[in-house]
């Protein structure tokens, strides 16, 4: 079965249960990526976008605490071959804090990046959730507020044209593509001192 026709059936039938549930999935998923934010995108049009974008944020956070799990369980073996890294993620944090669990849970980046590195360094859960759940709270709700007011609006688009509708979603995609691309991550680590 495609998996996106099951986590529509599932959002279908169960309503928010359904939402939470392909949530979770979608944020365990550290190999295989589950596209649990077109779900709440489209599911934003027909469900309650503020109650759909809580609950959503609540099972993305349970979802993603996979990867903390992970880098906590496999310390040994990832140290050994990524230590230099796990540095990295250290003075990140040192630096700047839950603000940076912040962001990477709010934007559409791999959260893996940071989680896998924070459960090894033993990273408090205390201090993980909090800003995390606000994070992928807020990412959650604008997602399903954006379905609620544009869905019918790019239903028309590519009900319209496919030619146009095809355009318009490449050059976003570039424009997604080429933003983070030239970010430089490194600079949040490595400010010069003032």
Do not use: Q
């Not at 990295?88 to 940071?114: C, Q, T, W, Y």
């Not at 933003?179 to 490595?190: C, E, G, H, N, V």
Request: proline content about 5%; aromatic content about 10%.
């Amino acid at each position: 079965m495609d998996i996106w026709v099951w986590m529509a059936e599932l959002v279908a039938a169960y309503g928010y249960a359904g939402a939470f549930i392909v949530c979770i999935v979608g944020n365990v998923s550290i190999i295989l990526p589950v596209p649990f934010a077109l779900v709440v995108y489209a599911f934003g049009s027909t469900l309650n976008p503020l109650i759909l974008g809580i609950v959503a944020g609540i099972g993305s956070t349970i979802g993603e605490m996979s990867s903390y799990a992970v880098g906590r369980g496999g310390r040994r073996a990832i140290e050994t071959r990524y230590g230099g890294r796990l540095d990295a993620v250290r003075r990140l944090i040192e630096k700047h804090g839950m603000l940076v669990i912040f962001l990477v849970s709010l934007l559409p980046i791999p959260d893996d990046l940071l989680l896998i590195p924070l459960g090894m360094m033993k990273y408090p859960i205390g201090k993980l959730l909090p800003p995390m759940l606000i994070g992928k709270t807020a990412m959650c709700l604008f997602i399903a507020y954006a379905g609620a007011y544009s869905l019918s609006a790019l239903r028309d688009l590519y009900a319209a044209g496919g030619e146009l509708g095809a355009a318009v979603t490449l050059v976003l995609l570039a424009a997604i593509i080429i933003a983070l691309l030239k970010f430089d991550w490194t600079r949040l680590i490595d400010e010069p001192k003032k």
